[in-house]
């Protein structure tokens, strides 16, 4: 079972949610980046296309754990530039269920592991239960 939650008190929120408590298995997802399954980088030099290269990737890795992304707990965000959070953001919104957002974090960091790459995201999933099939 998975809690989304705001707490009272706590400060207005845009696509997560500052807790989620659940019990039981979990996946953890390696930082997807803008490579397809053949290895080729998609969209250098274009946020919007490596962002949804990277959620094409979740969704693939959280398959094969057995779950999607509604079973998201966890996001952690990584952006070469700030200003790609717009972009960023909306493709999100595409994928994620806004009534039950995961907990989220957010960095501006100064590089990846390949110079192209301008986003990077890595996740924690509540695997589903027999009870939640």
């Known amino acids: 079972m998975q809690h989304y939650l705001r707490p009272d008190g706590s400060p207005p929120v845009n696509g997560y949610s500052h807790v989620v408590a ?6 953890v997802v ?5 490579v397809d399954g053949a ?6 030099g274009d946020a919007e296309a490596q962002v949804r290269q990277v959620f094409t990737n979740l969704a693939t890795a959280l398959a094969a754990a057995g ?13 070469t530039d700030v ?8 493709v999100r919104d595409e994928h994620i269920d806004s ?4 907990a989220s974090s957010l960095v501006q960091v100064a590089g990846l592991v390949h110079p192209a790459f301008r986003v990077e995201i890595e996740a924690l999933a509540a695997l589903p239960t027999d009870a939640d099939r």
């Open 22 to 27: 659940f019990a039981g298995p979990m996946a």
């Open 30 to 34: 390696s930082g997807q980046v803008p």
């Open 39 to 44: 290895g080729n980088l998609v969209g250098e």
């Open 67 to 79: 779950c999607g992304m509604e079973h998201l707990v966890k996001l952690t965000v990584f952006l």
């Open 83 to 90: 200003g790609d959070l717009g972009v960023f953001r909306a």
């Open 99 to 102: 009534a039950r957002p995961p």
